[in-house]
């Protein structure tokens, strides 16, 4: 399958790009972000940008892509709610419609988090906003899912671009193997996301929203 990837810098995106380099399932990943990678490999192009929802240079191929993986986000500590919103959700939006424009085959595969609030009406801004988002994400004529993974490891080395993510990881990571035993459904690391996304790109799921347990089934051999 043919990959186009957003968010390959972060934390969760580059335990995507990983996956999908690694998988003889992808034949093909476009990145797009606003800076190199920093990795060469045959199966990997990058589109760089200042404006990553500028699918413009890459019109005509966009009918040849068979999923979006959708990993790019901040952090809403600390921003206001409109700014959040032009990130999560205007910046999503304007990548996906196109999307399923061209290709209404293609599977778009968006990472939420647990605790999203599909009403809408949460007090909680980044979960109204995460809701609504992925409320019409599952309107558009193509094959939507949600990933809403819980506490997320960071494997081979990846650090978080997020200084409260750094510190939190710093202090847990240690009885991270603990936490797991206590509560296995409640984590996932950045290379089982990735192996659940091409799981469901190539054979679908059950539902179009993904816990934790059902992101780790997923990406089971």
Not at 100 to 111: I, M, S
Not at 132 to 142: Q, Y
Not at 174 to 183: D, G, M, N, Q, V
Not at 184 to 204: K, Y
Request: net charge positive; aromatic share 8%.
């Amino acid at each position: 399958m043919k990959v186009i990837l957003f968010g390959a810098t972060g934390m969760i995106g580059q335990g995507v790009l990983g996956e999908c380099l690694r998988d003889e399932r992808v034949a093909q990943v476009l990145a797009v972000g606003r800076s190199p990678l920093g990795i060469e490999h045959p199966k990997l192009r990058e589109l760089i940008q200042p404006d990553p929802a500028d699918l413009s240079a890459v019109a005509g191929e966009l009918p040849e892509f068979d999923a979006c993986f959708f990993c790019l986000g901040v952090s809403s500590v600390g921003m206001k709610e409109e700014d959040y919103r032009r990130i999560t959700y205007d910046l999503t939006m304007r990548v996906a419609r196109p999307l399923a424009a061209a290709n209404p085959e293609l599977t778009f595969v968006f990472v939420s988090g647990q605790g999203t609030d599909g009403t809408e009406r949460s007090r909680t801004m980044w979960r109204r906003v995460k809701g609504k988002t992925e409320n019409d994400l599952l309107t558009l004529p193509f094959q939507a899912y949600m990933f809403r993974p819980g506490f997320v490891q960071p494997m081979d080395g990846v650090v978080s671009k997020t200084r409260l993510y750094r510190t939190a990881y710093a202090i847990t990571g240690p009885l991270i193997p603990l936490f797991k035993r206590l509560a296995p459904n409640a984590f996932n690391d950045n290379r089982e996301i990735g192996r659940a996304m091409i799981t469901v790109a190539a054979s679908g799921a059950d539902t179009r929203v993904l816990t934790p347990r059902q992101i780790a089934a997923h990406a089971a051999p």
